[in-house]
């Protein structure tokens, strides 16, 4: 059998874990009621999208599986067969089946069919015993397991310089991003096809042309030669192709797995940084004269060892902070009802694709209205605008350099250093910090960080008709902001957001890039800084986010302002990566020295070109996914829906050229779906094209009664058949 294409394969995998679940429940209540007609329907549909999920990725010996328990499920739905256990045990084993077929990885999955033919087919005999009403098999053995190694190897452990390491990191990451070319350049080909197809047609015209004109005999050779040589061309493309997409698969695959592979090498166990910190906190304590219980939680916790590098100084940092500020003296501590021993946590976890560091005390925490005198007493703001700071904003003055609430300095703090230099850690990896406290309860600093430095997730911005990257992490909002909501006031303009006034800057002028036109009402502003100083950065376009990996720049280049770093996209694109602190100090500095513009709105006029929406209307998970990449691929805007019923919801927002699809489907099938669409006034000229494997004349008749625009069956996409078949319905993708 031919493999199947990986990155459907992976989807095939999550179709069959949720149809597996519908299954199962499914006929476990048939066991126990054999006429419950919604679990004989809702496993006959799983059965049905299994069988065309299979199809699509090339699996036949699963699609005779899935083929076999549809057969019985609809017997006993036409009420032909009434299902025993032993059917369910049938059932059942099919159902197990199908789970280690999807399970088994594509390289492998000739080898693993040739050595499980016989279990194949002992489960397709019982399924038809099932529909035959046969005396039921001898019970079969459980299928051999795989046997496991001996016994555990121990991992060699090679010392491997950080430079070595870097440069792994570095060609792994180029040859991720090389692997991308294929699919585009698979793309390409397909039209290449397509235009092959085109020609070949026009031939076939122009031999029918002179057919009329009876032609010289040499004429019509060299015609039906060139027809010929056409044909083998279309032939040789096609195999070129499915060759060519195997291999896309396999490189990407194995460009993914070296950059895993890569990434875990760089990584090392949280409690690398830990281990000295126990007894820092015990001495410090004793020098305090306190007492502390020291834990650290998450010592196994993955870390990029660069970050794992640098987080050694600012822990250090907060465990001064915590025993010397905020853990009481016993005495103290007794007198608040609480115990002698105060208790000081360190905790490492990834939480949403994120390191999350915390620093926990049970002291008496931060004393708010002390940190407001003492800001005043500094005179870092008026007493005024002192009493209108909010908790977040007081908390924010803990980080300035030099600031600090000790009025003695001594050689555990009081210079007002650690703060600061853990905020400045913070920002050096791309990551934020957070101080929350209840009095007399506590102080919490989440440290929260990226997992690893090679990577970072990104929402990728339009500035000057370049792309560029700003780390989400530091993102506070990206949102569409209406002209009429820009204020003016003491000549800067200005946003609310959240009750927040919040200053605006347009970000060609901060990137020192030219400007171009803003063509909508909808401004696209990116709220950048912390709770003293945030901005709203006008972009000309959000292009979306993505996982982009991280190329250091040149040492030759030096420091480029308001840049961090670069990247590439995935087809390979450089990008540069925003350093959001230089662009905040950037704007203080315009803010400053009187040079910020205003943000000057275009009134461009929009053009009339938009993508074409369609709507995908599938239950199977791998059907929909397939034809919303192929569509997606080809420019069409594709939004998909479950089933029937979330169709319906989904296409009366307005705005689609073309509905795409399936007829069984649970809630409502895609017969009903088209009847609601042609009857109803505002939707009816929206075109609808079904996409099922019932092939039977009387399915398409019943399906183009309805009102459907084109009936198609589902098969190979090679030949782009679906595709074409849009184009003919609304045309191209962009209009």
Same mark, same amino acid.
């Given at each position: 059998?031919?493999?199947?294409?990986?990155?459907?394969?992976?989807?095939?995998?999550?179709?069959?874990?949720?149809?597996?679940?519908?299954?199962?429940?499914?006929?476990?209540?048939?066991?126990?009621?054999?006429?419950?007609?919604?679990?004989?329907?809702?496993?006959?549909?799983?059965?049905?999208?299994?069988?065309?999920?299979?199809?699509?990725?090339?699996?036949?010996?699963?699609?005779?599986?899935?083929?076999?328990?549809?057969?019985?499920?609809?017997?006993?739905?036409?009420?032909?067969?009434?299902?025993?256990?032993?059917?369910?045990?049938?059932?059942?084993?099919?159902?197990?089946?199908?789970?280690?077929?999807?399970?088994?990885?594509?390289?492998?999955?000739?080898?693993?069919?040739?050595?499980?033919?016989?279990?194949?087919?002992?489960?397709?005999?019982?399924?038809?015993?099932?529909?035959?009403?046969?005396?039921?098999?001898?019970?079969?053995?459980?299928?051999?397991?795989?046997?496991?190694?001996?016994?555990?190897?121990?991992?060699?452990?090679?010392?491997?310089?950080?430079?070595?390491?870097?440069?792994?990191?570095?060609?792994?990451?180029?040859?991720?991003?090389?692997?991308?070319?294929?699919?585009?350049?698979?793309?390409?080909?397909?039209?290449?096809?397509?235009?092959?197809?085109?020609?070949?047609?026009?031939?076939?015209?122009?031999?029918?042309?002179?057919?009329?004109?009876?032609?010289?005999?040499?004429?019509?050779?060299?015609?039906?030669?060139?027809?010929?040589?056409?044909?083998?061309?279309?032939?040789?493309?096609?195999?070129?192709?499915?060759?060519?997409?195997?291999?896309?698969?396999?490189?990407?695959?194995?460009?993914?797995?070296?950059?895993?592979?890569?990434?875990?090498?760089?990584?090392?166990?949280?409690?690398?940084?830990?281990?000295?910190?126990?007894?820092?906190?015990?001495?410090?304590?004793?020098?305090?004269?306190?007492?502390?219980?020291?834990?650290?939680?998450?010592?196994?916790?993955?870390?990029?060892?660069?970050?794992?590098?640098?987080?050694?100084?600012?822990?250090?940092?907060?465990?001064?902070?915590?025993?010397?500020?905020?853990?009481?003296?016993?005495?103290?501590?007794?007198?608040?009802?609480?115990?002698?021993?105060?208790?000081?946590?360190?905790?490492?976890?990834?939480?949403?694709?994120?390191?999350?560091?915390?620093?926990?005390?049970?002291?008496?925490?931060?004393?708010?209205?002390?940190?407001?005198?003492?800001?005043?007493?500094?005179?870092?703001?008026?007493?005024?605008?002192?009493?209108?700071?909010?908790?977040?904003?007081?908390?924010?003055?803990?980080?300035?350099?030099?600031?600090?609430?000790?009025?003695?300095?001594?050689?555990?703090?009081?210079?007002?250093?650690?703060?600061?230099?853990?905020?400045?850690?913070?920002?050096?990896?791309?990551?934020?910090?957070?101080?929350?406290?209840?009095?007399?309860?506590?102080?919490?600093?989440?440290?929260?960080?990226?997992?690893?430095?090679?990577?970072?997730?990104?929402?990728?911005?339009?500035?000057?008709?370049?792309?560029?990257?700003?780390?989400?992490?530091?993102?506070?909002?990206?949102?569409?902001?209406?002209?009429?909501?820009?204020?003016?006031?003491?000549?800067?303009?200005?946003?609310?957001?959240?009750?927040?006034?919040?200053?605006?800057?347009?970000?060609?002028?901060?990137?020192?890039?030219?400007?171009?036109?803003?063509?909508?009402?909808?401004?696209?502003?990116?709220?950048?800084?912390?709770?003293?100083?945030?901005?709203?950065?006008?972009?000309?376009?959000?292009?979306?986010?993505?996982?982009?990996?991280?190329?250091?720049?040149?040492?030759?280049?030096?420091?480029?302002?308001?840049?961090? &770093?670069?990247?590439? @996209? %995935?087809?390979?694109?450089? !990008?540069?990566?925003?350093?959001? /602190?230089? +662009? *905040?100090?950037?704007? =203080?500095?315009?803010?400053?020295?009187?040079?910020?513009?205003?943000?000057?709105?275009?009134?461009?006029?929009?053009?009339?070109?938009?993508?074409?929406?369609?709507?995908?209307?599938?239950?199977?998970?791998?059907?929909?996914?397939?034809?919303?990449?192929?569509?997606?691929?080809?420019?069409?805007?594709?939004?998909? &829906?479950?089933?029937? @019923? %979330?169709?319906?919801?989904? !296409?009366?927002?307005?705005?689609? /050229?073309? +509905? *795409?699809?399936?007829? =069984?489907?649970?809630?409502?099938?895609?017969?009903?779906?088209?009847?609601?669409?042609?009857?109803?006034?505002?939707?009816?000229?929206?075109?609808?094209?079904?996409?099922?494997?019932?092939?039977?004349?009387?399915?398409?008749?019943?399906?183009?009664?309805?009102?459907?625009?084109?009936?198609?069956?589902?098969?190979?996409?090679?030949?782009?058949?679906?595709?074409?078949?849009? !184009?003919?319905?609304?045309?191209?993708?962009?209009?």
């Amino acid at each position: 059998m031919s493999t199947s294409p990986f990155p459907m394969l992976d989807v095939f995998r999550q179709d069959v874990e949720s149809q597996v679940l519908v299954l199962t429940g499914g006929l476990l209540a048939l066991e126990r009621d054999p006429h419950a007609a919604a679990e004989l329907d809702a496993c006959m549909r799983a059965a049905h999208s299994l069988k065309g999920a299979a199809r699509i990725v090339g699996l036949p010996v699963a699609v005779r599986v899935a083929h076999a328990m549809e057969d019985c499920l609809v017997a006993a739905q036409q009420g032909r067969l009434e299902v025993t256990p032993d059917d369910v045990d049938r059932l059942l084993g099919a159902v197990d089946l199908l789970s280690r077929i999807a399970e088994t990885p594509a390289e492998q999955m000739d080898t693993w069919l040739a050595g499980r033919a016989p279990e194949v087919e002992a489960t397709l005999s019982g399924l038809d015993a099932v529909l035959e009403r046969a005396q039921p098999p001898a019970p079969q053995e459980a299928p051999a397991h795989d046997v496991a190694p001996a016994g555990p190897v121990a991992d060699r452990v090679l010392q491997v310089t950080a430079e070595h390491l870097k440069t792994l990191l570095d060609l792994a990451g180029e040859s991720l991003v090389e692997s991308r070319w294929v699919a585009p350049f698979t793309a390409s080909l397909l039209r290449v096809k397509r235009l092959q197809q085109h020609s070949s047609r026009l031939l076939d015209e122009m031999r029918g042309t002179l057919a009329a004109a009876d032609p010289d005999e040499r004429v019509r050779a060299r015609i039906g030669a060139v027809q010929q040589a056409l044909a083998e061309s279309q032939a040789a493309l096609t195999d070129r192709l499915v060759e060519l997409e195997r291999f896309e698969h396999r490189s990407s695959n194995l460009a993914h797995r070296l950059y895993d592979a890569a990434v875990a090498a760089r990584m090392r166990p949280f409690a690398d940084v830990t281990t000295h910190l126990p007894r820092l906190a015990r001495d410090l304590a004793r020098d305090l004269g306190k007492e502390v219980r020291f834990e650290v939680i998450g010592e196994a916790t993955q870390v990029d060892r660069d970050i794992l590098a640098q987080l050694e100084a600012p822990l250090g940092h907060l465990i001064r902070n915590a025993l010397d500020h905020g853990i009481e003296a016993p005495a103290e501590r007794r007198a608040a009802g609480k115990p002698a021993e105060g208790l000081l946590q360190v905790a490492a976890r990834h939480s949403a694709g994120t390191l999350q560091v915390t620093v926990h005390d049970d002291g008496r925490g931060i004393e708010l209205e002390r940190l407001r005198a003492s800001i005043v007493n500094k005179a870092l703001i008026g007493r005024e605008a002192a009493q209108a700071l909010t908790e977040p904003e007081l908390l924010e003055f803990l980080f300035l350099p030099g600031f600090s609430l000790k009025e003695q300095v001594t050689d555990i703090s009081g210079r007002g250093v650690g703060l600061d230099a853990v905020r400045d850690m913070v920002s050096r990896v791309r990551g934020t910090i957070r101080i929350s406290s209840q009095p007399a309860a506590g102080t919490r600093v989440l440290l929260q960080l990226p997992v690893t430095l090679s990577t970072v997730r990104a929402l990728l911005v339009e500035v000057g008709g370049e792309p560029y990257a700003i780390p989400l992490s530091q993102i506070a909002r990206a949102l569409k902001l209406p002209a009429a909501g820009i204020s003016v006031l003491e000549g800067r303009q200005h946003f609310e957001l959240d009750g927040q006034r919040i200053g605006l800057v347009a970000a060609h002028q901060v990137l020192d890039v030219d400007a171009r036109p803003l063509s909508s009402d909808q401004l696209p502003v990116v709220a950048l800084g912390d709770a003293t100083h945030t901005y709203g950065l006008i972009v000309e376009r959000f292009i979306g986010e993505r996982e982009l990996i991280v190329q250091a720049l040149e040492d030759k280049v030096g420091k480029i302002p308001n840049i961090s &770093a670069g990247a590439l @996209m %995935d087809d390979g694109t450089p !990008v540069l990566l925003v350093d959001v /602190d230089d +662009v *905040v100090q950037s704007i =203080d500095r315009l803010i400053s020295g009187g040079r910020l513009s205003r943000v000057q709105q275009a009134r461009a006029e929009l053009t009339a070109s938009r993508k074409k929406r369609v709507l995908v209307v599938e239950d199977s998970l791998t059907v929909r996914e397939l034809e919303r990449k192929l569509l997606g691929m080809h420019g069409y805007d594709v939004e998909v &829906a479950v089933d029937g @019923m %979330d169709g319906w919801n989904v !296409v009366r927002t307005g705005g689609f /050229d073309l +509905v *795409v699809t399936d007829v =069984d489907m649970p809630r409502m099938d895609g017969i009903e779906l088209v009847r609601r669409i042609n009857s109803d006034p505002a939707l009816k000229a929206i075109p609808v094209m079904i996409v099922s494997y019932k092939d039977r004349e009387e399915d398409r008749v019943r399906g183009l009664e309805a009102g459907a625009a084109y009936y198609l069956t589902k098969g190979s996409f090679h030949d782009e058949t679906l595709l074409q078949a849009v !184009v003919d319905l609304i045309g191209e993708a962009v209009a």
